[in-house]
């Protein structure tokens, strides 16, 4: 099967990120939190965490039943982690723009007005940077809003969010583990 792939741009030039079908982020409180899930379902997944910034812990894919996943996706507790030049990305369901040009600032202005798929963080919408993030909460969304605001109005940067995480090696072993960077 052919790896989902994703785009955004930086810099002006094309990022191509891979979907990981192995791979999961969900937030740690859904987990650690009394009475979301069974004790045994939290027995069962806690120890599975690898914790990460803000709240959020990587967990393979296979650990979630696929009601689990569909609930915690629906409520925006689990997001899509993508892999991209030796690291995995967490995508969050937010995306800055920035634009200092006033032509192109009041572009995006009237683009962000017709868009009903998304919503603009109070007080960002006339600043240079602006915040936007998918109505969904998917983070994989957030990628696509990245790649479609570029695109269709040319700012000087539309980037989605994303918690990074590099391997490095562990101390003591020659086994690397993914850790925030």
Known sequence: MKPVEFDYYADG???VLTLSDEVVAIRQDCV???GRLSPQRRRVLEPQLRPLLRGWSLTES???TPAERAELQAEGSLQPVFEAAGAQL???PEVRVEETRPQ????LKHWLERQEDLEVESGTALSEITVVRPRSGRGEDAVRLASRVFQEVHPEAATPRFLRVVRRPHPGSEASIPQPD
């Open 13 to 15: 030039k094309r990022i």
């Open 32 to 34: 650690t939190q009394p």
């Open 62 to 64: 296979r650990n979630l």
């Open 90 to 92: 967490v995508a969050l």
């Open 104 to 107: 192109q600032q009041n572009a």
